[in-house]
Structures are given as structure tokens and as C-alpha cells.
């Protein structure tokens, strides 16, 4: 079987490559790059009055000097320490490859500070139906609850409506 097509309602998301450009339903919100690591900054967008997302400098494929990252987890770890209005982390995982010694810290730091963590397998319009399941279980087999973990592509919208959900358990009590 191959991945369904988006239904009516997130077809008009269907081009957009991003998570936050698919959670927010507009193209352009967050600047996407092919090069990894163009984020290097902490960027704040408002999706109401009370409720933001926030994109943290990414990590894994970012090609940046080893001295750029140590700076990256040294601030990191400073924003969710001291930010209590944080309600979970939804850490963006290529689902083609595994865990990295940066996705392994966040899920301890997770837990350790006992702030949800999701975990969205990115990208996965570039795999077939069968190895999606079978990636998404082998990835399963290596984690703790509380954390989540899903399927995603935000080129088909699939998987918005579990993120959606998700973050929306997150923040109720603001809603």
C-alpha cells in the first residue's frame, strides 16, 4: 500500500515542508533550508495570545562547528531550565535514520525534568507504508514512557492531526 493522500482539510497544507509551517496552515511562517542547522537562534511564533511555539537551533545534521553546538546545548539547557511556561517538547527526528547522541540527551533531559516529550519521525513520505510501521516499532523498543512518538511528513500532512492532538493534551489547562 502506499502513504493516502491528504484529506480535503490538510490538502491546503500538502506543500508545506516544515511542522511548524503545517501546525501553524500557512507556507511561509518558518523559513525552511536543505541545509541543516539553519536555525541558530531561539525563534518564537505566537499561534494566539497566549500560545507559541518555539524553534530551538537544530542539531543533528547541522553543519556547524563543534564549538557552535556546545554553545547551542549550554543555552538550551539554560531557556527549558528556567522557562516553566514550557509544556513538552516535540523533538523532529529524520525517520530514515536513528537516534543521535543529541536525541538520546533530550529524551534523558526530558525525563529528568520531567517535561513531555513528542517525538515526530520526519520525512516519512520518503518511505513505503511497511517501513514506516516497522521503523516507528523498532523505535518504540527504545524508549521509556511518558514519551510519544509518531509518524510525520509535513509534505502530505501526515500525522498533523496526532501532533495536533497532542500539543493540544499539552496545553489545555491554557486553552
Known amino acids: 500500500r502506499s502513504t493516502p493522500k491528504p484529506s480535503s482539510a490538510a490538502s491546503d497544507v500538502y506543500k508545506r515542508q516544515s511542522a511548524i509551517?503545517?501546525?501553524?496552515?500557512?507556507?511561509?511562517?518558518?523559513?525552511?533550508?536543505?541545509?541543516?542547522?539553519?536555525?541558530?537562534?531561539?525563534n518564537f511564533f505566537s499561534l494566539s495570545d497566549t500560545i507559541r511555539l518555539v524553534d530551538l537551533p537544530g542539531y543533528g545534521y547541522a553543519k556547524v562547528p563543534t564549538t557552535v553546538k556546545d554553545h547551542w546545548h549550554i543555552y538550551l539547557?539554560?531557556?527549558?531550565?528556567n522557562r516553566k511556561c514550557v509544556k513538552g517538547l516535540v523533538l523532529l527526528v529524520d525517520i530514515r535514520h536513528g537516534l543521535k547522541p543529541f536525541d538520546k540527551m533530550m529524551l534523558d533531559w526530558s525525563q529528568t525534568v520531567n517535561i513531555p516529550?513528542?517525538?515526530?519521525l520526519t520525512k516519512a513520505d520518503k518511505l513505503k507504508r511497511g517501513q514506516q510501521q516497522n521503523?516507528?516499532?523498532?523505535?518504540?523498543?527504545?524508549?521509556?514512557?511518558?514519551i510519544?512518538?509518531?509518524?510525520?511528513?509535513?509534505?502530505?500532512?501526515?500525522?498533523?492531526?496526532?501532533?495536533?492532538?497532542t500539543i493540544r493534551e499539552w496545553i489545555k489547562d491554557e486553552i
Not at 510519544?148 to 492532538?165: H, M, P, W, Y
Request: proline share 3%; hydrophobic share 40%.
Open 148 to 165: 510519544t512518538i509518531q509518524i510525520f511528513s509535513a509534505k502530505r500532512a501526515l500525522g498533523l492531526d496526532v501532533l495536533e492532538n
Open 77 to 81: 539547557d539554560e531557556y527549558l531550565r
Open 117 to 120: 516529550l513528542h517525538i515526530l
Open 21 to 42: 509551517n503545517a501546525l501553524s496552515r500557512q507556507k511561509s511562517l518558518a523559513k525552511t533550508s536543505k541545509t541543516p542547522g539553519r536555525t541558530q537562534l531561539i
Open 135 to 146: 521503523t516507528l516499532l523498532a523505535f518504540k523498543k527504545q524508549l521509556r514512557d511518558p
